[in-house]
């Protein structure tokens, strides 16, 4: 029986948040967010459970049929955003980069409910995230100075 793989564990930290779950990459200082179906699949990637087990677990949770396609679909968005252990190996049979229209359109209409989305953004690195503009440099909103103030003719930080 195919197992589900491994998700990574080092260098992402892992918020669960209402029904979804956010994860922060530290190493690519990406942020990814795992709708309500995409985090079931997620918490089931622990290299152990079956596909088959958690295809039957996620039925029941989402109380409709899931399909192994769809947490394949799931798995191969974790993959490609670098989310699982690197020894980790997926099914020859799965078909890379299926679009969430060809995923829907293979397992129909009551799929579009359990559709697994991953959502990514790049974050700024904290020396990014931190940069402002001292007093007196020029600016054209209050965010971009250090003192929260911009003001003045032509826009000064204060």
Not at 5 to 23: A, F, T
Request: net charge negative; with cysteine; aromatic share 4%.
């Amino acid at each position: 029986m195919q197992k589900m793989p491994q998700v990574r564990k080092s260098g992402l930290i892992i918020q669960e948040v209402d029904n979804e779950v956010l994860i922060y990459d530290q190493e690519t200082n990406k942020a990814h967010c795992l709708n309500q179906t995409a985090a079931k699949v997620w918490n089931y990637c622990d290299g152990e459970t079956t596909v088959a087990a958690a295809c039957s677990a996620l039925s029941r949770e989402l109380e409709t049929p899931v399909d192994e396609k769809l947490v394949w679909y799931a798995v191969d968005q974790f993959a490609k955003d670098n989310l699982l252990e690197p020894e980790s190996t997926l099914p020859a049979f799965m078909i890379p980069g299926m679009s969430r229209r060809q995923l829907v359109r293979n397992l129909g209409l009551a799929a579009i409910v359990a559709v697994p989305l991953v959502t990514s953004i790049v974050a700024p690195t904290p020396a990014q995230a931190a940069t402002c503009q001292p007093p007196g440099a020029s600016c054209g909103t209050s965010a971009q100075c250090c003192s929260g103030l911009c003001s003045g003719p032509g826009g000064t930080c204060s």
